[in-house]
C-alpha cells in the first residue's frame, strides 16, 4: 500500500490550514513569527484575508491566555468545534508549573496525533509534545539554551540543538525565535508556493527563507562564525561543558574529520576548535563567579576543569588573574556602583 507523505497533502477548504496550541506562559515571539507568516502569504500584499492559508487558536474555555510577557491572546474556536486542521502547532514558553497544557487540551493533542495530523512543537513546545508520549522515536529540535533542561527532564532522549529546526516525518520541532518563522515559511513553500514563503519573510524583514539544518544562533564568541560547519561545532560546545568533548569527537559527531573541522576553524576564525571550547568553558566559570556564590571547586567542575587549582592555572594562564582575584574585583565594582539615592539626587 502506497504512504502519503503528510507533508505534500492539500485540502479542500486552503492550501493549507494551522490550528494553534498555547501553553499558559507561551512565547508569543515564536507564535507571532509563525502566524504571520501565514498571513501574509494568505493574500495579496498584506491584506491579511485568510484565502490560501487559513489559522486558528484552539482552546476549551476560549478563555484569554497569557504569554510569558503578559500580552494575552484570545482563542477563537473551541475545541470541541475545531475541524482537522493540516497541522496542529503547540507553542510553548517559560518552563514552570503553569506551562502544560489542561487535560482537555493535552487529550484533544493526542487524539489529532492518532488520527494522523502532523505535529509542530515551536519553542517548549518540544517539552510538552514528549511529556505526551508523542515524540518517541523521533528527531526533535530543541534550543542550545533549553538543550540541557531537555537532557536532565527526558534522560534517554538526545535532541538536536544545532539546528533552527528539525522535520522527522510528521513531527517538526522549531528552536523557536525567528526560526519560528522559517519553518512557517518551509510549509508555506511545500503547500502554497515558494514564491509566497519569499513574499512573507521579505515583508517582514527576513533577507531569506534558512533551511532547517542552518545552525541556531548560539553563545556569542569574540569573532562571529561565517562558516556553517564552525557554527554547527560551536553550538554543540556550551551543550558538553561539564565533560568536554575531545575534538575527534566533535568531528565525528558533525561528520567530519578532524583536521577538516581544525582547518575550517582557523580558516573562519583563526583559532582551534579546542581554544574556542576553553574560552567558552573560562567564560561559563566567570559567570558563574560573577553570578553565585557557589564555591570555586564546584565552579571548576561544572565548566568541566578538574578541580579549583586547574581552573586557577587555566585562568591565570589564559586571562591573567584567579578565580578569587576575579571575584574580589567584582566585589569591589559593585561596592563602587552608586545606589539609586545618589542617582536620583544627582539628576534633581
Not at 238 to 254: F, S
Amino acid at each position: 500500500m502506497r504512504q502519503t507523505d503528510p507533508l505534500s497533502r492539500t485540502t479542500s477548504r486552503k492550501r493549507l490550514s494551522v490550528a494553534f496550541l498555547l501553553a499558559e506562559n507561551f512565547t508569543l515571539s515564536a507564535f507571532a513569527n509563525f502566524v504571520d507568516v501565514l498571513r501574509l502569504a494568505a493574500d495579496e500584499a498584506d491584506k491579511s484575508r485568510p484565502i490560501l492559508c487559513d489559522w486558528s487558536v484552539l482552546s476549551d474555555t476560549l478563555a484569554p491566555i497569557r504569554s510569558s510577557c503578559g500580552v494575552k491572546v484570545t482563542p477563537d474556536t473551541l475545541l470541541r468545534r475545531a475541524a482537522a486542521p493540516d497541522y496542529l502547532v503547540v507553542v510553548g514558553g517559560v518552563m514552570n508549573d503553569r506551562s502544560a497544557l489542561n487535560p482537555a487540551e493535552r487529550a484533544y493533542l493526542q487524539a489529532r496525533a492518532h488520527a494522523g495530523t502532523p505535529l509542530v512543537g515551536l519553542c517548549t513546545g518540544v517539552f510538552l509534545l514528549h511529556e505526551s508520549g508523542l515524540l518517541d522515536g523521533y528527531r526533535c529540535c530543541v534550543s542550545w539554551f533549553h538543550h540541557q533542561d531537555f537532557v536532565d527532564r527526558f534522560e534517554a532522549v538526545q535532541p538536536v540543538s544545532d539546528q533552527i529546526f528539525v522535520v522527522d516525518r510528521d513531527r517538526l520541532t522549531c528552536s523557536g525565535g525567528h526560526g519560528a518563522a522559517h519553518l512557517a515559511a518551509f510549509l508555506v513553500s511545500r503547500h502554497v508556493g515558494q514564491n509566497a514563503a519569499i513574499k512573507s519573510l521579505n515583508i517582514m524583514m527576513i533577507d531569506a527563507a534558512l533551511r532547517g539544518e542552518q545552525a541556531q544562533p548560539g553563545q556569542q564568541i569574540a569573532r562571529t562564525p561565517r562558516d556553517a560547519l564552525v557554527k554547527r561545532a560551536i553550538l554543540r560546545m556550551p551543550q558538553n561543558i561539564e565533560t568536554p568533548l575531545p575534538v575527534a569527537t566533535l568531528a565525528d559527531q558533525l561528520q567530519v574529520g578532524r583536521r577538516t573541522l581544525e582547518r575550517r576553524f582557523r580558516e573562519d576564525l583563526g583559532q582551534t576548535p579546542a581554544k574556542i571550547y576553553l574560552d567558552l568553558r573560562l567564560d561559563r566559570a566567570l559567570l558563574r563567579l560573577r553570578t553565585t556564590p557557589d564555591a570555586i571547586a564546584d565552579i571548576a567542575l561544572a565548566s568541566g576543569f578538574c578541580d579549583g587549582p586547574h581552573l586557577a592555572r587555566t585562568l591565570r594562564a589564559e586571562r591573567g588573574f584567579s578565580p578569587a582575584e576575579y571575584r574580589k574585583a567584582q566585589a569591589r565594582r559593585d561596592d563602587d556602583l552608586p545606589t539609586v539615592g545618589v542617582l536620583l539626587n544627582q539628576t534633581g
